[in-house]
């Protein structure tokens, strides 16, 4: 009798382990607070709306796919720990994280679990450490660096350009690369400083700036910093042009900033938003009244390529998909994205964009 | 010559900020010997009231700057010192006659506090308000370097030498300023001699809790931003400048922020700017090891 009870206790937990409905956990995890959730709000906006798409498709393998959203705040610690929460909640594929310095430390963790990631984190360290697991849908900072430098050394020939840095993974990483590619074109920097970010005031990099009559400060780091630099430039009567990274498509440098957001240079890839192919998915954001810039739809993307990448599979088993992933090529709206035995996308490459009015542009 | 001026102006609005927050730790912890570690957040929180009524005042059309500002100083000293006197009515008074660790965590509890409430009500991001007040004077064109004062950091740095003026005038010349020191030498003397002991020490948590809110209003208009985190680093500072100057002592808090902005932008102006925080605490230990009580703080006199 005893016995009886006792499997048949333990047939019950067997039977709330495996849940009714076939689900498949697939999560995002980036600064979805803190000074950075801006960009975390785009990613869970585009996953979002991919998983909705893929689910109306019927989902992966018959499975419907639900989200797991992880917050790291863009702080290395608290990216272990969601790392670990997101492999116990056992999920198959993760896109993410964000920052650069939450990225690294948190693949560690992915690679022992056996989950793929695909990220947009641009530190060349993201894919050089040889992790199997690791897809990068974006291009690298010593690319980027490369566009930027080379820009900076062509259009403002004969000008003083600093180039600062907010001491972070990304931004060091960023601002060291322009440096090496201005150099190499033969604009050495008039100046190399870095700051600390998370400050208010930037009044002394401001007037140092100003003392040796520099035009164009050239910044590894992100959005919020350059809103209050180029706020208090104004303030000195410093008239600033910044050249910053992927990370400038923020909107956000635009209310901080006010006016002299039109100051502000970027690189970053192709507009996604200008591909043909997107469209149907960029009209279907924007009637739910989301801007799809910056990484809604890179979200999006990397939530195809696991779609595909699992239907070419077969299955959501580390090893086939791993494989999947390294050997296909896969249709997605930010354009066609095949990986090298690196894990970086093959053909990724960088454009010089302008903010104008709240809008950002091609620069000419 | 002209550039280490421009310097010095930056380092002066610096300072004169840290200084007004300083003075909520120092006055204190002058009257009950506690650190309020929630005082950087009472100033996080001035800064968010301060940023709506700026908003509520943009959508309500005012056009006119002195007026707005005035209004908004006012608003945001009302509700402040009314989050000083909660904080002590709530978190502290409770607590008094305990033992002198029980009130400090009820302090840390009190900033976790404050910082997730605003994070969950005003929500994690940045909030930026448009540029208040624009432009500035020139004030010596030198052949290689423009000295400019914003009427910002100007307003700034003339609103904290007015404040300070009219503090010490307080302290020193008023009935309350006699009562608030009676209680800072002995509460139980005071208290004998028909002080209201409590009253007086809610006073004065809240006339702290103005002066935060001063440089709530100030670091909105100068900055422009302001996001649930501003309290943490902007209330370290302000107590190194407190420890500094001397805790205790209200000319010593001053006198700390503006030491602590000066190093600050003098640092970066000439040396390097990313060792510029290691600067500043190592100048303070430097400081500690000579001075223990600070720079005008008396040593504490053990009676028997």
Same mark, same amino acid.
């Given at each position: 009798?005893?016995?009886?009870?006792?499997?048949?206790?333990?047939?019950?937990?067997?039977?709330?382990?495996?849940?009714?409905?076939?689900?498949?956990?697939?999560?995002?995890?980036?600064?979805?607070?803190?000074?950075?959730?801006?960009?975390?709000?785009?990613?869970?906006?585009?996953?979002?709306?991919?998983?909705?798409?893929? =689910?109306?498709? *019927?989902?992966?393998?018959?499975?419907?796919?639900?989200?797991?959203?992880?917050?790291?705040?863009?702080?290395?610690?608290?990216?272990?720990?969601?790392? =670990?929460?997101?492999? =116990?909640?056992?999920?198959?594929?993760?896109?993410?994280?964000?920052?650069?310095?939450?990225?690294?430390?948190?693949?560690?963790?992915?690679?022992?679990?056996?989950?793929?990631?695909?990220?947009?984190?641009?530190?060349?360290?993201?894919?050089?450490?040889? /992790?199997?697991?690791?897809?990068?849908?974006?291009?690298? %900072?010593?690319?980027?660096?490369?566009?930027?430098?080379?820009?900076?050394?062509?259009?403002?020939?004969?000008?003083?350009?600093?180039?600062?840095?907010?001491?972070?993974?990304?931004?060091?990483?960023?601002?060291?690369?322009?440096?090496?590619?201005?150099?190499?074109?033969?604009?050495?920097?008039?100046?190399?400083?870095?700051?600390?970010?998370?400050?208010?005031?930037?009044?002394?990099?401001?007037?140092?700036?100003?003392?040796?009559?520099?035009?164009?400060?050239?910044?590894?780091?992100?959005?919020?910093?350059?809103?209050?630099?180029?706020?208090?430039?104004?303030?000195? *009567?410093?008239?600033?042009?910044?050249? *910053?990274?992927?990370?400038?498509? =923020?909107?956000?440098?635009?209310?901080?900033? *006010?006016?002299?957001?039109?100051?502000? /240079?970027?690189?970053?890839?192709?507009?996604?938003?200008?591909?043909? %192919?997107?469209?149907?998915?960029?009209?279907? !954001?924007?009637?739910?009244?989301?801007?799809?810039?910056?990484?809604?739809?890179?979200?999006?993307?990397?939530?195809?390529? !696991?779609?595909?990448?699992?239907?070419?599979?077969?299955?959501?088993?580390?090893?086939?998909?791993?494989?999947?992933?390294?050997?296909?090529?896969?249709?997605?709206?930010?354009?066609?994205?095949?990986?090298?035995?690196?894990?970086?996308?093959?053909?990724?490459?960088?454009?010089?964009?302008?903010?104008?009015?709240?809008?950002?542009?091609?620069?000419? | 010559?002209?550039?280490?001026?421009?310097?010095?102006?930056?380092?002066?609005?610096?300072?004169?900020?840290? &200084?007004?927050?300083?003075?909520?730790?120092?006055?204190?912890?002058?009257?009950?010997?506690?650190?309020?570690?929630?005082?950087?957040?009472?100033?996080?929180?001035?800064?968010?009231?301060?940023?709506?009524?700026?908003?509520?005042?943009?959508?309500?059309?005012?056009?006119?700057?002195?007026?707005?500002?005035?209004?908004?100083?006012?608003?945001?000293?009302?509700?402040?010192?009314?989050?000083?006197?909660?904080?002590?009515?709530?978190?502290?008074?409770?607590?008094?006659?305990?033992?002198?660790?029980?009130?400090?965590?009820?302090?840390?509890?009190?900033?976790?506090?404050?910082?997730?409430?605003?994070?969950?009500?005003?929500?994690?991001?940045?909030?930026?308000?448009?540029?208040?007040?624009?432009?500035?004077?020139?004030?010596?064109?030198?052949?290689?370097?423009?000295?400019?004062? &914003?009427?910002?950091?100007?307003?700034?740095?003339?609103?904290?030498?007015?404040?300070?003026?009219?503090?010490?005038?307080?302290?020193?010349?008023?009935?309350?300023?006699?009562?608030?020191?009676?209680?800072?030498?002995?509460?139980?003397?005071?208290?004998?001699?028909?002080?209201?002991?409590?009253?007086?020490?809610?006073?004065?948590?809240?006339?702290?809790?103005?002066?935060? $809110?001063? $440089?709530?209003?100030?670091?909105?208009?100068?900055?422009?931003?302001?996001?649930?985190?501003?309290?943490?680093?902007?209330?370290?500072?302000?107590?190194?400048? $407190?420890?500094?100057?001397?805790?205790?002592?209200?000319?010593?808090?001053?006198?700390?922020?503006?030491?602590?902005?000066?190093?600050?932008?003098?640092?970066? $102006?000439?040396?390097?700017?990313?060792?510029?925080?290691?600067?500043?605490?190592?100048?303070?230990?430097?400081?500690?090891?000579?001075?223990?009580?600070?720079?005008?703080?008396?040593?504490?006199?053990?009676?028997?």
């Amino acid at each position: 009798m005893k016995k009886t009870l006792f499997a048949a206790a333990l047939g019950a937990i067997g039977a709330l382990a495996v849940p009714a409905h076939a689900e498949l956990p697939v999560a995002i995890a980036g600064p979805m607070t803190g000074q950075y959730a801006s960009a975390g709000d785009q990613i869970r906006k585009g996953a979002e709306m991919a998983i909705a798409d893929i =689910n109306a498709r *019927g989902g992966v393998l018959g499975e419907k796919l639900v989200l797991e959203v992880g917050d790291d705040a863009c702080d290395p610690k608290q990216a272990v720990s969601v790392a =670990n929460t997101m492999v =116990n909640k056992g999920i198959v594929f993760m896109h993410g994280h964000w920052c650069s310095s939450s990225t690294i430390p948190a693949s560690e963790v992915y690679v022992e679990a056996d989950i793929p990631m695909a990220t947009v984190s641009t530190n060349p360290q993201v894919t050089e450490r040889g /992790l199997e697991n690791i897809f990068r849908i974006m291009g690298r %900072d010593d690319q980027q660096g490369m566009v930027a430098g080379t820009y900076l050394a062509t259009q403002f020939k004969g000008k003083k350009i600093a180039v600062v840095d907010d001491k972070s993974a990304y931004g060091k990483g960023l601002a060291d690369e322009i440096a090496k590619a201005m150099t190499a074109k033969g604009a050495t920097p008039a100046l190399r400083e870095s700051i600390t970010a998370g400050e208010k005031d930037y009044s002394g990099l401001v007037t140092k700036l100003k003392r040796d009559g520099v035009e164009v400060m050239a910044y590894g780091g992100y959005h919020t910093e350059v809103a209050l630099i180029l706020r208090q430039a104004q303030q000195a *009567g410093l008239d600033l042009t910044v050249m *910053g990274g992927d990370t400038m498509t =923020n909107s956000e440098l635009v209310t901080a900033a *006010g006016p002299a957001a039109d100051k502000v /240079l970027f690189t970053f890839s192709p507009d996604p938003r200008k591909n043909p %192919d997107a469209a149907p998915v960029v009209e279907k !954001f924007r009637a739910a009244k989301v801007e799809p810039e910056g990484y809604v739809l890179y979200a999006y993307a990397a939530m195809q390529l !696991f779609e595909q990448a699992a239907t070419a599979a077969k299955s959501t088993d580390y090893v086939p998909l791993e494989k999947a992933l390294r050997g296909g090529t896969f249709k997605t709206v930010i354009g066609d994205l095949a990986f090298d035995a690196k894990g970086d996308q093959q053909a990724p490459g960088f454009v010089v964009y302008r903010w104008q009015g709240g809008q950002y542009d091609y620069a000419k | 010559m002209a550039y280490a001026l421009q310097q010095l102006i930056n380092g002066l609005t610096l300072g004169s900020m840290y &200084g007004l927050i300083a003075i909520g730790y120092t006055m204190v912890y002058g009257i009950i010997g506690m650190i309020n570690f929630a005082h950087g957040d009472i100033f996080m929180v001035s800064a968010f009231i301060a940023v709506t009524c700026f908003t509520l005042l943009a959508a309500a059309d005012v056009s006119s700057i002195p007026l707005a500002l005035m209004f908004v100083l006012m608003v945001t000293i009302f509700f402040t010192s009314a989050y000083g006197w909660a904080v002590e009515r709530v978190a502290y008074r409770p607590l008094r006659g305990s033992t002198r660790l029980a009130p400090l965590i009820s302090a840390i509890g009190m900033s976790i506090f404050l910082q997730n409430t605003v994070q969950l009500t005003q929500g994690a991001r940045v909030k930026p308000i448009p540029p208040v007040i624009e432009g500035g004077i020139e004030l010596w064109a030198a052949p290689d370097f423009t000295v400019q004062i &914003g009427w910002s950091q100007l307003l700034i740095i003339v609103t904290t030498v007015v404040l300070m003026t009219a503090f010490t005038w307080m302290i020193t010349r008023t009935p309350f300023g006699r009562q608030q020191r009676a209680c800072e030498q002995d509460r139980t003397m005071a208290a004998l001699l028909g002080v209201n002991v409590d009253r007086t020490i809610s006073l004065t948590f809240m006339l702290g809790a103005s002066l935060a $809110a001063v $440089a709530g209003v100030m670091v909105s208009v100068y900055y422009g931003v302001v996001d649930f985190f501003i309290g943490f680093l902007a209330g370290i500072k302000a107590f190194t400048a $407190a420890v500094l100057g001397g805790i205790g002592s209200l000319p010593g808090a001053m006198l700390g922020g503006l030491l602590i902005g000066l190093i600050e932008s003098f640092w970066a $102006a000439y040396l390097w700017a990313e060792y510029k925080d290691v600067a500043t605490f190592g100048i303070l230990c430097l400081v500690l090891m000579l001075r223990p009580s600070g720079l005008l703080g008396r040593p504490e006199v053990e009676k028997v």
